[in-house]
């Protein structure tokens, strides 16, 4: 849905549509209505990682995510600044954007993914690539 900020709480960054709050154990996030991504505010991705079947937020289709992945720049939904571009050290294979300030977003997919450690990460991150030197 186009973003009107009447009615959502953000404008995705990657997209530009909006984003509606969802909310799993008491934390509050942002999920954008067409590409599906979550933006998680400072340390909510890993207070969410910590609960049980918190996974249910990432409704989006990780090969659609996939398609996000990109190395356009996007600004962050809270101040406006250019992003950081990053991978989660021990599954190289997501890649998300932060903000120091305010917190990160993360495509479809990327969150269930992330919640969901196994030993199969080593080998999605041979496949995808560290983003480093993959897409700088």
């Given at each position: 849905m186009e973003y009107n900020p009447d009615m959502h709480s953000l404008q995705c960054p990657k997209c530009k549509h909006g984003m509606d709050e969802v909310t799993h154990g008491g934390i509050t996030i942002d999920r954008c209505t067409n590409c599906q991504g979550l933006w998680f505010d400072e340390d909510e991705a890993h207070q969410l990682k910590k609960l049980k079947?918190?996974?249910?937020?990432?409704?989006?289709?990780?090969?659609?995510?996939?398609?996000?992945?990109?190395?356009?720049?996007?600004?962050?939904?809270?101040?406006?600044?250019?992003?950081?571009?990053?991978?989660?050290?021990?599954?190289?294979?997501?890649?998300?954007?932060?903000?120091?300030?305010?917190?990160?977003?993360?495509?479809?997919?990327?969150?269930?993914?992330?919640k969901f450690e196994t030993p199969l990460d080593w080998f999605r991150g041979l496949i995808k690539g560290d983003r480093e030197t993959t897409a700088p």
């Open positions: 079947d918190s996974h249910v937020l990432d409704i989006g289709d990780s090969t659609e995510g996939w398609k996000w992945d990109s190395s356009a720049d996007i600004n962050c939904p809270r101040c406006g600044k250019q992003m950081e571009k990053s991978s989660d050290p021990k599954q190289i294979h997501i890649w998300y954007e932060s903000c120091p300030d305010h917190g990160m977003f993360m495509d479809a997919g990327e969150f269930s993914d992330f």
